[in-house]
């Protein structure tokens, strides 16, 4: 059965830093695209990043800069690093997994989710 498990969320201050994580069992996603979205209260889960097969990236505009997606395939797991973060950053951050080697943006593509970790970040 596939797992995919977030870790690393937490309370910040505005302009400070976190590292999400994302660790996958089950299966290997090195030949699969992994994405992170997030959910805000009463928003729709939108797409923050997401990284293929070859470690190429697509960025959503409002992290542009700001986020970098990375992945580990020795370890099976995805990180999302967050600098400069905003109170708008705050959400709970979804890791999803792909059949596909290729990112997409549309949560509507991705067939493994986990959990999701709170980010909260403070003014």
């Known amino acids: 059965q596939v797992q995919l498990v977030e870790s690393g969320g937490g309370l910040v201050q505005t302009g400070g830093s976190l590292r999400l994580s994302c660790a996958a069992s089950?299966?290997?996603?090195?030949?699969?695209?992994m994405g992170w979205f997030r959910q805000a209260p009463g928003k729709e889960r939108e797409f923050v990043a997401g990284i293929n097969w070859s470690s190429g990236t697509l960025y959503a505009d409002s992290v542009k800069g700001r986020f970098t997606i990375s992945r580990d395939n020795a370890k099976n797991t995805v990180y999302l690093q967050m600098n400069s973060l905003k109170s708008e950053d705050t959400a709970v951050y979804y890791c999803a997994g792909r059949d596909s080697g290729w990112v997409a943006a549309n949560k509507a593509d991705y067939d493994y989710w986990g959990q999701g970790t709170q980010v909260t970040v403070s003014s």
């Open positions: 089950g299966r290997t996603f090195s030949s699969n695209a």
